[in-house]
């Protein structure tokens, strides 16, 4: 069965501090992995990641994806409080088009205390 | 653009009565898709359109019914509420079949509860 593990489930630190967010996969036709961020309301898109072992940077965000160990991280580095959200990990898999699935791990919350 | 719409924001039920969540987009997505997220879990995919007459099943299909009468609006119905269908549900568009990408917007919630 296609699963996607997030870890930790929860996480506090202190403003400033920089944080890794995990995310493990496994499905069967694996296509790409994509993280979100989640603030109360609908997720949106952060990175798309489909190659292993090249970063994607935005801002103090960034990612990598490792298919051969199947699993990617989310770096934030010097957080503040508005990083305060749950952060989602997806991963898309099949054979291409309508029969493609969406898999989605259980999100990371993190709090960032001021 | 207003983006995804979805009404109404929070819902009330009692069990066996139905209802149906409301979804619309002006960016002339084909595409559309339905989620719900449960307390402290993912998003799982109910059903998606992959354009106006065209609807298919995703994961968590039972107990649901869509339609795509037009590009734009995309109603989710729920025939008779169930307590196992307390969520909140998410409407999503996008211009492609990319289940996740950038191209995919979501609306801001539906949150259901039945009682």
């Known amino acids: 069965e296609d699963k996607v593990v997030q870890s930790p489930l929860s996480l506090v630190v202190h403003e400033g501090d920089t944080v890794t967010l995990n995310c493990s996969y496994e499905?069967?036709?694996?296509?790409?992995l994509l993280w979100y961020k989640q603030e109360k309301k609908a997720p949106t898109f952060l990175f798309m990641l489909t190659s292993s072992g090249i970063e994607k940077k935005s801002g103090r965000l960034s990612s990598i994806l490792d298919k051969k160990e199947l699993f990617s991280i989310l770096n934030i580095t010097a957080t503040q409080t508005g990083d305060s959200a749950v952060y989602l990990c997806a991963v898309e898999a099949g054979y291409g088009g309508a029969t493609n699935k969406l898999i989605f791990g259980t999100g990371t919350l993190l709090a960032v205390q001021p | 653009n207003a983006g995804v719409t979805q009404t109404p924001k929070f819902r009330i039920l009692k069990i066996g009565q139905s209802m149906t969540l409301q979804c619309a987009q002006d960016m002339n997505h084909n595409y559309m898709y339905w989620y719900r997220q449960d307390p402290g879990m993912g998003l799982k995919l109910i059903y998606y359109s992959v354009g106006a007459g065209i609807t298919d099943k995703g994961e968590v299909p039972n107990g649901y019914n869509v339609s795509r009468s037009t590009t734009e609006d995309f109603p989710l119905r729920l025939e008779l509420a169930a307590p196992s269908q307390t969520s909140v549900y998410f409407c999503?568009?996008?211009?492609?079949?990319?289940?996740?990408?950038?191209?995919?917007?979501f609306g801001p919630g539906t949150r259901l509860t039945v009682l």
């Open positions: 499905v069967t036709n694996f296509r790409s």
């Open positions: 999503a568009s996008s211009t492609r079949l990319a289940l996740g990408s950038d191209t995919q917007c």
